[in-house]
């Protein structure tokens, strides 16, 4: 598309002396560079093609967004310039096709998976031919972080919601716990006129049971909401040793009755950290009930601390089924589970608890031998605490092939 500048350098050419006349095209030639520079420095990605769908000028970002070369797209159709787009799917090669703009989005693969905005600005109409065009300015800008982005605001949106869910339903239940609590604390006086001693040590013992049965259940209610919402750990020194024992002590009927066997290496010195003993409590309790329900027909559950320098690193390893690749993704969105007695909420909840720590989740699987979940705590008390926690996922290479 000519300039003004450049059309009234035409009309008056035959007139200008061969000294302005080269100072003129010095000019023109200082322009082109400079809007070359700015156009190969962008980070969109522009095509300019002809009124024949050829191309006429494409810059280093298209190479970058759909693969190909920039400079051997020049005076080449479409198709055959950038034949990893569906270009006559997306608006047909009929120049007339080109008189309109466009805006659309689409997914592309290679050279990188990537969302892409395209558009497509028609360029200015030939002077005396009213159907005929110049073509068309093709932009594609990357949107794939602004989609992450909108995700993301999605999932804090439903995050909140499920919070003000459990909330509503933890009042709704504390309700009838506290009323059974005061009943249980009416039967325990009423055993003291029970004569028969044997019935007596009987039902005390089924009182003590349901009882201490009523304040594990509240406790976790109140957990589950610790977790949930964003606070800040109260940090106490812990021993994450004693804490994994009294863990496992407080699950041991549990794992006895799926027939879990539990192996521990745990290292001879482990370092005092400063935690939340309450929350990083339930994070055990949570990976440690996925391993046993992951082992349907018995197993093993390895349970190891690892000490670095910059870390102390507690692991689970079942000997389930593993995770499938296509559902490690989402292991940590709410009510995802792959278990008929799961809610799909207890690796959300350990999420949550390790993003409050500043610590990482590491998650190794192989399907039909296992799962590995690794936390990853500092043993620095950092006051920089990390605002996301970026899950790894780890497949080996012989089952992701």
């Keep these: 598309m000519k300039s003004g500048f450049l059309d009234q350098l035409l009309r008056r050419i035959d007139r200008i002396d061969p000294g302005s006349l080269q100072t003129h095209f010095l000019r023109l030639a200082r322009e082109k560079g400079l809007l070359e520079t700015i156009l190969q420095t962008i980070r969109e990605g522009l095509i300019v093609v002809d009124g024949q769908g050829k191309v006429s000028y494409a810059n280093e970002a298209v190479a970058r967004l759909i693969g190909g070369d ?11 310039a950038v034949p990893s787009l569906d270009w006559e799917g997306l608006m047909g ?3 007339e096709a080109w008189t309109q703009m466009m805006n659309r989005e689409i997914e592309v693969t290679y050279p ?8 497509v600005v028609p360029l200015q109409v030939v002077e005396g031919a009213e159907d005929d065009v110049e073509g068309a300015l093709i932009l594609l800008r990357d949107v794939t972080g602004d989609r ?27 309700n009838p716990l506290n009323s059974l609590h005061i009943h249980m604390q009416l039967m325990e006086r009423e055993l003291k006129d029970v004569e028969d001693e044997s019935l007596r040590e009987s039902l005390r013992e089924l009182g003590e049971v349901s009882h201490n049965e009523i304040s594990r259940l509240d406790q976790i209610i109140h957990s589950f909401l ?22 496992l002590k407080s699950m041991e009927k549990e794992i006895e009755d799926r027939g879990v066997w539990v192996e521990q290496t745990l290292p001879k010195s482990v370092p005092i950290l400063s935690l939340d003993k309450g929350q990083m409590q339930q994070a055990f309790y949570n990976l440690i009930r996925n391993a ?22 507690v692991s689970f390893q079942d000997s389930g089924s593993g995770i499938k690749p296509e559902d490690l993704g989402a292991v940590f969105e709410p009510f995802r589970t792959t278990k008929t007695e799961g809610t799909g909420l207890g690796l959300m909840i350990v999420q949550r608890i390790m993003q409050d720590h500043g610590g990482q989740i590491e998650i190794e699987t192989r399907p039909g031998e296992g799962t590995t979940v690794t936390l990853l705590l500092s043993r620095d008390d950092r006051r920089v605490r990390l605002l996301g926690v970026s899950p790894t996922y780890v497949i080996p290479e012989e089952e992701s092939e």
């Design 70 to 80: 920039a400079d051997t797209m020049v005076g080449r159709g479409l198709e055959d």
């Design 93 to 95: 090669l009929d120049p």
């Design 226 to 247: 610790r977790a949930l919402r964003p606070s800040q750990p109260r940090r106490e020194p812990v021993r994450l040793e004693n804490l994994l024992r009294e863990t």
């Design 148 to 174: 992450a982005r909108q995700e993301s605001t999605v999932e804090s949106k439903r995050l909140e919601a499920i919070t003000l869910l459990a909330a509503g339903v933890a009042h709704e239940i504390g």
């Design 112 to 119: 990188e998976h990537r969302f892409l905005e395209f558009y």
């Design 292 to 313: 046993v329900q992951a082992m349907t027909d018995g197993g093993v559950l390895r349970i190891g601390i690892a000490v670095s320098t910059s870390d102390v690193a």
